[in-house]
C-alpha cells in the first residue's frame, strides 16, 4: 500500500513533465501531418478554413461553461477582436501553411524557437516590455533574441554537407516515396522568409492577446470567437484565390485526419493542457520544452518522410535553442526580482504599519 500510495504521489507530481511532452509529441506531429496533407496536393488555404473550423466546434462546448464572469461585448471590442483575429490568427496560420509547401517540416519546427525572441523585440517596440541593458537579465533577452533570429537565418540560408547517418537520396534525384519535394533556392527563401512572417504575425498576436484579456478575461470564449472569425475571414480568403470546388473535398486521407488533428487535438486538448501546467508550473516552464518538439520532427521527418538534415541547419538549430533559452533565463530572472521587490515592499509596508499601531 506504501509502494502504490508513493506512485501516486510521484505521479501527480510530475503530470506538468507528462503533459509537456505530450503537447511537444503533438506539434511535432501538427508539422509532420500539416507538410504531408499540403505537399499531396491540398490547398493550404482551404487547410486553414478546415483547421479552424474543427477548432471552432472543440472549443466551443468549453466556451458555452466557461466560468468566468464578463461583461457582454460591445461592438468596440468585438472589433478589436475581429482584427486581432486576422492580424494574428489568419495571418499566421495562412503564411505558415503556404509556407511549409516550400520548406520542411523540420523547418516549421525550428522557427518556433524565434517566437520568444521576436515577441520580446516587438514588446520592447511597442513600449509593452521594458529594455534594461545595464543588468544582466536585460542584456541576456537582447542576446537570445539576436542568437535566435541568428539561428533562423543560418538554419534557412545555410546548408553545409549533409548528415551523414541521414542521408537518404542524392542531391539531385528526387523520389518518389516522400512527401518532401526538392524545392530550388529561391522557393526555399521564399518560403522562409514566410515562415518568419508568420511568427512575427503570431508574436504580435501574443502581445495584443494581453491587452485584450484585460478588458476580456473568459479565455475559452475569446479563443472560440477568434478561431470563430479566423475560419470566416479564412474562407473568403480561399474562395477568392482557389476557384476550383473539388479542392474543398474531404476524403477518408491524410487530409482529412491532418485537419481533424491539428483542429481538435492541437486546439482543443493541447489548449486545456497548456493551462493547466501554466497554472501548476508557470509560463517559463512551459516555454522550456519547446525545442524537444523539433528534436522529434526532425527524427520523425528524416525516419518517415526520408527528408535529409545538413550540418548548417544542425548549426542553426543550436543556436535557437542557445538563443531561446538566453531569452527565458533573462525573462525567469526579471520575474524574480519583481517578486523578490513586492515582497520587501509588502515587508516594509507591514512593519511601518507595526510601528504605527505599537
Aim: aromatic residues 12%; glycine residues 6%; charged residues 15%.
Amino acid at each position: 500500500m506504501k509502494g502504490l500510495h508513493s506512485y501516486k504521489v510521484a505521479l501527480e507530481k510530475n503530470k506538468p513533465y507528462f503533459a509537456m511532452i505530450f503537447i511537444q509529441f503533438v506539434y511535432a506531429g501538427m508539422a509532420l501531418l500539416s507538410k504531408a496533407a499540403i505537399a499531396m496536393g491540398m490547398n493550404p488555404y482551404v487547410f486553414v478554413v478546415y483547421r479552424q473550423a474543427f477548432g471552432s466546434l472543440s472549443l466551443a462546448p468549453f466556451a458555452f461553461f466557461d466560468s468566468k464572469k464578463v461583461a457582454p461585448l460591445s461592438f468596440s471590442l468585438l472589433s478589436k477582436i475581429f482584427l486581432m483575429s486576422l492580424v494574428g490568427v489568419t495571418l499566421s496560420s495562412n503564411l505558415y501553411y503556404v509556407a511549409i509547401n516550400y520548406t520542411s517540416a523540420t523547418f516549421a519546427a525550428a522557427s518556433t524557437n524565434t517566437i520568444p525572441g521576436i515577441t520580446f523585440i516587438m514588446a520592447v517596440i511597442l513600449r509593452v516590455e521594458c529594455l534594461s541593458i545595464k543588468q544582466m537579465h536585460g542584456l541576456a533577452k537582447v542576446f537570445g533574441s539576436i542568437l535566435g533570429l541568428s539561428g533562423a537565418a543560418m538554419f534557412a540560408f545555410v546548408k553545409g554537407p549533409a548528415v551523414g547517418f541521414m542521408k537518404w537520396y542524392p542531391e539531385n534525384q528526387k523520389h518518389s516515396h516522400s512527401v518532401t519535394t526538392i524545392h530550388s533556392k529561391g522557393e526555399c527563401i521564399r518560403g522562409s522568409l514566410m515562415m518568419i512572417s508568420a511568427n512575427t504575425s503570431w508574436s504580435l498576436w501574443l502581445i495584443l492577446q494581453g491587452l485584450i484579456l484585460k478588458s476580456y478575461p473568459a479565455k475559452f470564449r475569446l479563443i472560440t470567437l477568434q478561431c470563430s472569425f479566423s475560419c470566416i475571414q479564412s474562407a473568403i480568403l480561399a474562395v477568392a484565390v482557389e476557384r476550383n470546388p473539388s479542392a474543398w473535398k474531404l476524403g477518408w486521407d491524410v487530409h482529412l485526419i491532418s485537419v481533424a488533428y491539428c483542429g481538435i487535438i492541437v486546439t482543443g486538448i493541447c489548449y486545456w493542457l497548456q493551462a493547466y501546467t501554466i497554472e501548476e508550473k508557470g509560463p517559463v516552464f512551459t516555454a522550456m520544452f519547446t525545442p524537444l518538439s523539433l528534436i522529434i520532427t526532425a527524427i520523425f521527418s528524416a525516419l518517415l518522410w526520408k527528408e535529409t538534415i545538413y550540418w548548417g541547419s544542425v548549426g542553426g538549430t543550436i543556436l535557437l535553442v542557445i538563443g531561446l533559452y538566453s531569452v527565458l533565463w533573462g525573462k525567469n530572472r526579471e520575474s524574480t526580482k519583481v517578486e523578490d521587490t513586492d515582497t520587501a515592499e509588502t515587508k516594509e509596508e507591514t512593519r511601518l504599519e507595526c510601528i504605527t499601531q505599537h
